[in-house]
């Protein structure tokens, strides 16, 4: 029952929290402008830093040092880079001839990659209807993202093939290197983040559930990493954000909001990820992302597509079927075993 309880919690700070904190950075970005992406990450980070630092710092013989680990440090470590690994590959493939709808269909195939890595890493098994569930979750997620402002078309897919084959004809091989090379990119980020959710799975398992020394230490640990990469570009955000004029105070209000979701969010996300495996966190979090869509279209008036409530449907559709399927899965492990 406490278990319960737990994950309740979870699911309320994940659909309250990360819903709030996309609309609150929809916005945060109509106010200003894209360069204060960085900031928002940057401060984020800090401020989940400094609100979790003083239950891990302890003031014995008058000194000031770091609470003893219950989980090794080097755990963290690796954790921090392959988060960093996935930020980074997934913000410049864009610079390899990688198109937005490219990128998008890549992004949607998370969920199917999850059940891959976790096949692969952590021999997991899982039920007939899982496997059809997290198919059905990528398309209905390919759907509404490619086809969100405008009805089903293969003009879209056809023009883009073209164009592609255009241009790699007039520069030959240059341009299918890069291409390939930014491939490459997303298929490393795709990777690194899935295996950082199993890796994520197995930490827990392994060392018990400490979700808030993980989140303590997973972002104080990437804050050099910010300062010393992306250190101009959070002096640009700042400035950016200082120079919106009459809308500064507007602005700072907006910041603080999206921190502070931002912060309960992230909790929601390390409390469901130590109770629960990696499918069933990307499976929630690929369904927070369709509830957000849909109170951005409800409170912004955005534009949605019959075809896109086609592909909502489908994702929700999926993950009913997930949830079927998961109570099946005790089942497939325990005839598996019997198997062996």
Same mark, same amino acid.
């Given at each position: 029952m406490a278990s319960s309880a737990v994950v309740m919690n979870g699911l309320v700070f994940v659909f309250g929290g990360c819903c709030a904190n996309v609309l609150t950075l929809e916005d945060l970005i109509k106010e200003n402008n894209s360069n204060v992406g960085?900031?928002?990450? !940057?401060? /984020?980070?800090? !401020?989940?830093?400094?609100?979790?630092l003083p239950g891990f710092v302890?003031?014995?013989?008058?000194?000031?040092?770091? &609470?003893? %680990?219950?989980?090794?440090?080097? *755990?963290?470590?690796?954790?921090?880079?392959?988060?960093?690994?996935?930020?980074?590959?997934?913000?410049? *493939? !864009?610079?390899? &001839?990688?198109s937005i709808p490219l990128h998008i269909v890549f992004r949607c195939f998370s969920t199917v990659i999850t059940m891959i890595v976790s096949w692969l890493v952590n021999k997991k098994r899982y039920s007939r209807l899982q496997v059809i569930?997290?198919?059905?979750?990528?398309?209905?997620a390919i759907i509404t993202s490619l086809y969100q402002d405008h009805e089903f078309s293969l003009e879209p897919i056809l023009s883009w093939w073209k164009t592609r084959q255009d241009i790699s004809m007039k520069t030959n091989s240059e341009y299918d290197t890069t291409f390939l090379l930014g491939i490459c990119l997303l298929v490393i980020s795709s990777i690194s983040s899935a295996l950082l959710s199993v890796y994520n799975e197995w930490t827990y398992k392994t060392y018990g559930k400490h979700w808030q020394e993980n989140l303590f230490y997973t972002h104080f640990l990437s804050l050099p990493i910010f300062m010393i990469k992306d250190g101009n570009h959070i002096m640009t955000g700042?400035? /950016? %954000?200082?120079?919106? =004029?009459?809308?500064?105070?507007?602005?700072? *209000?907006?910041?603080?909001?999206n921190i502070i979701t931002q912060n309960i969010c992230i909790r929601g996300v390390n409390i469901l990820a130590s109770h629960t495996n990696a499918l069933t966190l990307s499976v929630i979090l690929t369904v927070r992302k369709f509830v957000s869509l849909l109170l951005s279209v409800v409170i912004y008036k955005n534009i949605l597509s019959?075809?896109?409530?086609?592909?909502?449907?489908? *994702?929700? !559709? =999926?993950?009913?079927?997930?949830? %079927?399927?998961?109570?099946?899965?005790? /089942?497939?492990?325990? /005839?598996?075993?019997k198997n062996q």
């Amino acid at each position: 029952m406490a278990s319960s309880a737990v994950v309740m919690n979870g699911l309320v700070f994940v659909f309250g929290g990360c819903c709030a904190n996309v609309l609150t950075l929809e916005d945060l970005i109509k106010e200003n402008n894209s360069n204060v992406g960085i900031l928002v990450t !940057f401060t /984020q980070f800090l !401020f989940i830093t400094l609100t979790l630092l003083p239950g891990f710092v302890s003031f014995e013989s008058g000194m000031v040092r770091l &609470k003893p %680990l219950n989980v090794p440090l080097k *755990v963290y470590i690796w954790s921090v880079i392959l988060f960093y690994t996935s930020s980074s590959t997934n913000n410049s *493939v !864009f610079k390899y &001839k990688i198109s937005i709808p490219l990128h998008i269909v890549f992004r949607c195939f998370s969920t199917v990659i999850t059940m891959i890595v976790s096949w692969l890493v952590n021999k997991k098994r899982y039920s007939r209807l899982q496997v059809i569930a997290a198919c059905l979750l990528t398309i209905g997620a390919i759907i509404t993202s490619l086809y969100q402002d405008h009805e089903f078309s293969l003009e879209p897919i056809l023009s883009w093939w073209k164009t592609r084959q255009d241009i790699s004809m007039k520069t030959n091989s240059e341009y299918d290197t890069t291409f390939l090379l930014g491939i490459c990119l997303l298929v490393i980020s795709s990777i690194s983040s899935a295996l950082l959710s199993v890796y994520n799975e197995w930490t827990y398992k392994t060392y018990g559930k400490h979700w808030q020394e993980n989140l303590f230490y997973t972002h104080f640990l990437s804050l050099p990493i910010f300062m010393i990469k992306d250190g101009n570009h959070i002096m640009t955000g700042y400035r /950016q %954000l200082t120079r919106s =004029g009459s809308k500064v105070g507007r602005s700072h *209000v907006l910041l603080f909001s999206n921190i502070i979701t931002q912060n309960i969010c992230i909790r929601g996300v390390n409390i469901l990820a130590s109770h629960t495996n990696a499918l069933t966190l990307s499976v929630i979090l690929t369904v927070r992302k369709f509830v957000s869509l849909l109170l951005s279209v409800v409170i912004y008036k955005n534009i949605l597509s019959y075809t896109s409530y086609v592909g909502v449907a489908t *994702v929700f !559709f =999926g993950t009913l079927l997930y949830i %079927l399927g998961s109570r099946q899965s005790p /089942q497939v492990t325990s /005839q598996t075993k019997k198997n062996q």
